[in-house]
């Protein structure tokens, strides 16, 4: 009876921090603990008991009796090995060029990569993040989203690098000018760039 139960309990706690494992897509998983903070500690809290649970069981009894617990927590390790591997740089290629736009609430992060492709990443308050990925292509001064990164009309499509500010620029001027002079919310800091 009590293997069923603690069984039962690494099958619960493993698959519920997978779940919240998942909600990194959805938003990240501070958010998500900031929201659901009774649960995902409820959670958490299992999972640390059915772990040592599991480890002190196989050292007294072997991995036999206790391959379900085992199989679990393993499983969950691996997939957190992954989701590192797959968040890391090593499978993106190159960066060319990284730029950083400031606001009182949110910090987007532009990163250009090689073979056109780009992406924006979003970090808000309460632990929010999000990254969307597009395509671009730079023509003389002037960066031109093909495939645009982001869901909102905030950023637009075309933008100009002025290299000797170090800023990508944002606004246009009523006359359909960019506007080169830097102020609130109108550019990217160039923090690294490579040509």
């Not at 060319?96 to 400031?102: D, F, G, M, R």
């Amino acid at each position: 009876m009590k293997n069923k139960v603690f069984n039962t309990l690494a099958i619960f706690s493993t698959l519920g921090i997978l779940g919240w494992i998942i909600t990194d897509y959805y938003g990240g998983m501070t958010l998500y603990l900031f929201s659901f903070w009774p649960i995902i500690i409820t959670i958490i809290i299992l999972y640390v008991i059915s772990f040592f649970d599991t480890i002190i069981s196989c050292v007294l009894k072997g991995w036999k009796p206790n391959k379900i617990k085992v199989m679990f927590h393993c499983s969950l390790l691996l997939i957190i090995a992954l989701f590192n591997l797959s968040q890391s740089e090593l499978f993106k290629s190159k960066r060319i060029l990284t730029a950083v736009l400031k606001d009182d609430l949110y910090r987007y992060i532009l990163v250009l990569r090689e073979k056109g492709k780009c992406e924006i990443e979003s970090f808000g308050i309460f632990g929010f993040y999000e990254t969307f990925s597009g395509r671009y292509i730079i023509k003389k001064d002037k960066l031109i989203f093909q495939k645009k990164p982001y869901d909102n009309d905030f950023i637009p499509d075309t933008l100009l690098i002025d290299k000797k500010q170090n800023v990508i620029f944002l606004s246009k001027d009523k006359n359909g000018n960019f506007s080169k002079t830097i102020s609130f919310l109108n550019h990217f800091k160039i923090i690294d760039y490579e040509e």
